[in-house]
């Protein structure tokens, strides 16, 4: 492909997943680029702007550990790209993969320019000057980290006479998938993209079973709570097709954990599921539009009011399935 404009690489990403689905016969695997002209009066400095988030693409796909850190920080100097590292051993693992020789050979293969790369460390440690002294300090922090959990299992360390009991205390009956749902609860419509592992209660309002071609089962899961809705995916297995089905029926309540995502095929938000319990339904409060008690689930009990119109709730209202008012 050629384009006259910079085009992101997630988008690329998406292209090529749905031209695979459209080919007959759908093909294994298909890889597109993109090349781009109409850069060669440009210089290095006005061309990052828009291109940096592919070379970062790069950087994070060869090195995944640069997630925990925040963005990298870069400069350009005439024809030359310097990248500044957070730690030296990330430096040292971007040296051992030729980073600098992959985005060199890929702004060649995109932007047809040549250009030099440079890594520097932003935070150096100055015990550490070679490999030696990198190894010495490794063995270090592991000598250490192990006086931490030894003491840690010394403090932690149950009576023996006690010990089975103690296991069976902590087998959780509601649990109907994974090991726990130990996460932030968060309300669904307070969840975007910045968001990680967490936990949602809900009612479930609808599920729906994809066989993907590889034959697995991807199960989906679509939970409401006063604030929204929200799509649940897990893949079922042979050993916990029933139980969670069982689970997850139109009206159960569940509390779920898992990490949230950006779906590549819709570009809506969903959570990929590592824990499912079952849990007991949340009483609400008043209803302002009816005598006694409202027991409606989407009632926002702080207000009384339509969590998505924010007007006085009526008896018979419900929530769509994007977390809409249909009333």
């Not at 679509?222 to 995916?233: E, Q, Y």
């Not at 095929?265 to 599921?273: A, G, H, K, L």
Request: proline share 3%; charged share 35%.
């Amino acid at each position: 492909m050629v384009s006259d404009e910079i085009i992101m690489i997630d988008r690329l990403t998406r292209l090529e997943d749905k031209v695979k689905k459209k080919l007959c016969p759908p093909l294994s695997s298909i890889r597109m680029e993109c090349r781009f002209r109409g850069l060669e009066k440009k210089t290095l400095k006005d061309i990052m702007k828009s291109y940096w988030p592919n070379i970062k693409k790069l950087l994070y796909s060869n090195v995944p550990i640069l997630y925990v850190y925040e963005d990298l920080e870069h400069m350009t100097r005439g024809n030359c790209l310097k990248i500044k590292l957070p730690e030296d051993y990330i430096y040292f693992r971007f040296v051992n993969q030729k980073i600098d020789k992959k985005i060199k050979e890929m702004v060649k293969r995109q932007l047809s320019r040549d250009i030099e790369v440079e890594f520097e460390v932003a935070k150096k440690n100055l015990n550490i000057d070679d490999r030696d002294n990198i190894n010495k300090l490794i063995e270090n922090l592991d000598l250490e980290l192990e006086e931490v959990l030894s003491q840690i299992e010394a403090d932690d360390k149950e009576d023996p006479q006690n010990e089975d009991a103690y296991k069976l205390d902590t087998i959780d009956p509601r649990m109907v998938y994974g090991k726990d749902v130990f996460a932030d609860l968060v309300r669904i419509g307070d969840i975007n993209e910045s968001f990680r592992t967490v936990a949602i209660e809900g009612e479930v309002f609808h599920t729906e079973e994809v066989i993907l071609r590889s034959g697995k089962s991807m199960y989906s899961i679509f939970i409401t709570d006063t604030s929204g809705a929200l799509i649940c995916k897990l893949q079922l297995k042979d050993n916990n097709v029933d139980m969670v089905k069982n689970a997850t029926k139109k009206g159960s309540y569940i509390r779920v954990k898992g990490d949230i995502i950006v779906s590549s095929y819709t570009d809506e938000i969903e959570m990929t599921v590592t824990g499912i319990r079952t849990q007991d339904k949340v009483k609400t409060g008043y209803c302002p539009r009816k005598e006694g008690r409202a027991s409606c689930p989407y009632q926002d009990v702080s207000h009384g009011l339509c969590s998505q119109r924010k007007e006085p709730y009526k008896q018979g209202d419900r929530m769509g399935p994007q977390g809409s008012c249909n009333y």
